[in-house]
T-cell receptor, first 112, second 109 residues
Framework: DTAVSQTPKYLVTQMGNDKSIKCEQN?????MYWYKQDSKKFLKIMFS???????INETVPNRFSPKSPDKAHLNLHINSLELGDSAVYFC???????????FGQGTRLTVV | KNEVEQSPQNLTAQEGEFITINCSYS?????LHWLQQHPGGGIVSLFM???GKKKHGRLIATINIQEKHSSLHITASHPRDSAVYIC???????????FGKGTKLTVNP
């Protein structure tokens, strides 16, 4: 069974569209994250939720809105997509303050 | 200056060689993660450590808190170890990970 699963794996869309990326973990972890990996392969945290509460919100445009319906799910909704949003987005989870993070396989978003 | 600095940026080795990747971090980092990103893009967590040394198979991670330095060692390297290795620091008191720029390792047969 996949521990952290993201869908879709690939997403190609036009500028101005709204899209969502879904993430689910079956590890019983209480903390989930969204990371962005840019074209230079540099990873940067975007958001973190602990038990459905937002605990980290980095300087991310408000076109990006995370939603955590329960502690096993953290979805990322992006409004009015721009060319610069093209990147690979990784979801991850772990137990807060303890142990290693488990990553999803990534979603490659291409905005054309 | 990035809060987490890795070296080298690129590393090429012959199969069987001993590999060392270094990571220096700034004040405020309370724990360090080592991650491996395969050519296919997936990220796997190798270690999380806040003191001492951890070993898993041919991989060894060490951390020196006084010097704010961590190393990842690979013994008897193999072409399947070819990947990008990323060091990430956990900012004390938060869940925020700050990432190094990665070390691209290529192990030739």
């Amino acid at each position: 069974d996949t521990a952290v699963s993201q869908t879709p794996k690939y997403l190609v869309t036009q500028m101005g569209n709204d899209k969502s990326i879904k993430c689910e973990q079956n590890l019983g972890h209480d903390t989930m994250y969204w990371y962005k990996q840019d074209s230079k392969k540099f990873l940067k945290i975007m958001f973190s939720y602990n038990n459905k509460e937002l605990i980290i919100n980095e300087t991310v445009p408000n076109r990006f809105s995370p939603k955590s319906p329960d502690k096993a799910h953290l979805n990322l909704h992006i409004n009015s997509l721009e060319l610069g949003d093209s990147a690979v987005y990784f979801c991850a989870s772990r137990i807060q303050g303890v142990g290693e993070a488990f990553f999803g396989q990534g979603t490659r978003l291409t905005v054309v | 200056k990035n809060e987490v600095e890795q070296s080298p940026q690129n590393l090429t080795a012959q199969e069987g060689e001993f590999i060392t990747i270094n990571c220096s971090y700034s004040v405020g980092i309370s724990a360090l993660h080592w991650l491996q990103q395969h050519p296919g893009g997936g990220i796997v967590s190798l270690f999380m450590l806040s003191s001492g040394k951890k070993k898993h198979g041919r991989l060894i991670a060490t951390i020196n808190i006084q010097e704010k330095h961590s190393s990842l060692h690979i013994t008897a390297s193999h072409p399947r170890d070819s990947a990008v290795y990323i060091c990430a620091g956990c900012k004390g008191g938060s869940e925020k990970l700050v990432f190094g720029k990665g070390t691209k390792l290529t192990v030739n047969p």
